[in-house]
């Protein structure tokens, strides 16, 4: 499958922004896909995951400020960010399985940028 991400942009700390994953094909019965990031320096770590029953997984310093959540009719994945921290200025990449495994496939990122 292939993914394309959208609604990254610069944005001030305290603000909020929606991310949208698109899918190539539909993901109704994609069990599992998520959110990860990786900043400037840093290894990529997991944001949050979402099973194709809606059963949401947090980071857990994330909770109660991200909420992901899934269209399957619409093939699209949201990550809603709110009060958003300049911690959490990073590239936002979409993952879903691929031969089994997870992540295994990649978007290609989309930038978040929070500034102070």
């Known amino acids: 499958v292939q993914l394309v991400e959208s609604g990254g942009g610069l944005v001030q700390a305290g603000g909020s922004l929606r991310l949208s994953c698109t899918a190539s094909?539909?993901?109704?019965?994609?069990?599992?896909m998520g959110w990860f990031r990786q900043a400037p320096g840093k290894a990529r770590e997991l944001v949050a995951e979402i099973s194709s029953g809606g059963s949401t997984y947090y980071r857990e310093s994330l909770k109660g400020r991200f909420t992901i959540s899934r269209d399957n009719a619409k093939n699209t994945l949201y990550l809603q960010m709110n009060s958003l921290k300049p911690e959490d200025t990073a590239i936002y990449y979409c993952?879903?399985?691929?031969?089994?495994?997870?992540?295994?496939?990649w978007g290609q990122g989309t930038q978040v940028t929070v500034s102070s």
């Open positions: 094909e539909s993901i109704f019965n994609i069990n599992r």
């Open positions: 993952a879903a399985p691929s031969g089994g495994y997870f992540p295994g496939s």
